[in-house]
């Protein structure tokens, strides 16, 4: 699946290099040599100095995490940072574009990576403190032996047709005036269109079938990776769940283009075009 | 994407009823009626007597895991067993069909859920013991309170084909004589396809682009989301990652046939039909 407008946080240029994760004497080098970057993220912020991101040493750090290798040999690590000035925030820098589509997807791998070991200092199994492994790709418990890994969340989203219109919603969190397609974590032991069909069903209460499969993207708000589908509804009829959306409603084809372009009547909106959201929109009046 | 030959662990009847996890007192009665049924999970085994699925009460169960309600109203509920009679293990039932396809489903969502809380009773981000909350799709920890949420592991899985001929792998621990897709965790910050092209070249040295998606399947041990995909090298040369693999070639269209006929003459053999890279060998010489 093609489109012009690239997605956010794909597109990462970086050799993950996952077989030198665990080379020790490689990592000690790689982290004072001078030509290594460093990204720097507090929260969901990264540095960005005069438009280019900051990827200079980190003195207060205490723990780096490799993202990979850059096509000049550049190592790059992720840290942890407690910087205050010349931050700016990930969603922003996306919608923007400031930064060169490959650089969003480090600073993806880069935030999901960090925040991870934020709250992971512990072990789940036997509540003892864990150490950093295999350059941040693992966490070992020394009390009970249990490995720890870095999550990765599927969450599906996706259009659903019926006819000539489709069936978008809004949550009250939302900035005013934007609809988008529903979306939801796939809970254990479901595949992605049934979790697709369960997650509508339990919003909108219609009934969904027949989804193909469109475009993924990482997600780094903490960690999702989402999975964009296009799937037909077998009902018209909507039924809300008021604890999950504020309004969802069948939009026209010719609505869903002016939501597209910028021009609604009533200044409804969908989501920029760097989201999975504003592609699903796009193609669903495509044929499949 | 359908198939004469169904994907074991996909298929759940159950309404997963998301809206009664955070009801007590509908819990409480669900869980002291008469028709309610009890899924008993020891590791990858459950309890099937006389060829059927033993779904009795569990004495000493200390949590139930609501898995949702059948279409006669009677409510589902996962538990850890210590039972040492009468166990069989999932991948053992999938591949023998003995059970209905939907029981294999709620079995998989048992088990996922269960080996989660068995692993996950303390805070990750403080180390104190958590409880469980919404009927065991959330655990609180009342000394941090950050919420944990059961993990689902998203997979990639993919045949890689070069013009008549598709590249499979096997790994020591297998059994004698399979080979399969080749298949590893998405990490952070990638989507789905990049995470293909990483884990191919990572254990066969072989490039490979334009993935599409052909199936998914969950895959409960421990809670993995296989995501399966079709792709096309282009290198012919392998070098395998020797800490992955035991053994990675191409295999042609007529071999790979033996492999799923059981007529290979080196008895050569694919993975059995209930799993999803049994589909992948199939459908790869397909034309999309």
New interface residues.
């Given amino acids: 699946m093609t489109s012009d407008r690239p997605l956010a946080?794909?597109g990462?240029h970086l050799d993950?290099s996952?077989?030198r994760r665990g080379d020790a004497d490689w990592l000690a080098q790689s982290l004072a040599a001078a030509e290594t970057h460093f990204v720097h993220i507090n929260g969901d912020r990264t540095i960005v100095v005069d438009g280019r991101l900051h990827t200079g040493r980190n003195g207060q750090a205490r723990e780096h995490y490799l993202l990979g290798i850059d096509a000049g040999g550049g190592a790059w690590f992720a840290c942890h940072s407690d910087a205050a000035e010349n931050l700016r925030d990930l969603r922003g820098l996306a919608v923007e574009g400031l930064l060169p589509a490959h650089e969003l997807?480090?600073l993806?791998?880069?935030?999901?990576?960090v925040h991870?070991h934020e709250?992971?200092?512990?072990?789940?199994?036997?509540?003892?403190?864990t150490a950093v492994k295999d350059a941040g790709?693992r966490r070992h418990c020394p009390s009970c032996s249990?490995d720890?890994?870095?999550?990765?969340?599927?969450v599906v989203i996706m259009t659903v047709r019926n006819g000539d219109s489709i069936l978008l919603g809004r949550q009250t969190s939302w900035q005013v005036g934007v609809y988008s397609t529903l979306a939801g974590?796939?809970?254990?032991?479901?595949?992605?269109?049934?979790a697709a069909g369960?997650e509508v069903l339990?919003e909108s209460g219609i009934r969904t079938h027949a989804y193909r499969?469109v475009?993924?993207?990482?997600w780094?708000f903490p960690?999702s990776?989402m999975?964009g589908l296009i799937g037909e509804a077998l009902d018209r009829e909507i039924r809300i769940?008021t604890?999950e959306l504020e309004d969802a409603r069948w939009f026209s084809r010719s609505e869903v283009e002016d939501m597209l372009n910028g021009t609604h009547e009533n200044a409804l909106r969908a989501p920029p075009p760097m989201a999975l959201a504003n592609r699903l929109m796009r193609l669903a009046f495509q044929p499949s």
Same sequence: chains 1, 2.
Avoid: K
Wanted: glycine share 6%; net charge negative; charged share 20%.
């Fill in positions: 946080f794909g990462n993950r996952a077989n997807a480090l993806a791998q880069a935030r999901s990576i991870w709250r992971h200092g512990f072990c789940a199994n036997c509540g003892q403190p790709y249990v720890h890994f870095p999550r990765t969340d599927p974590f796939v809970e254990p032991g479901e595949t992605i269109e049934e369960r339990e499969y475009a993924s993207q990482p780094p960690s990776l999975i769940d604890r």
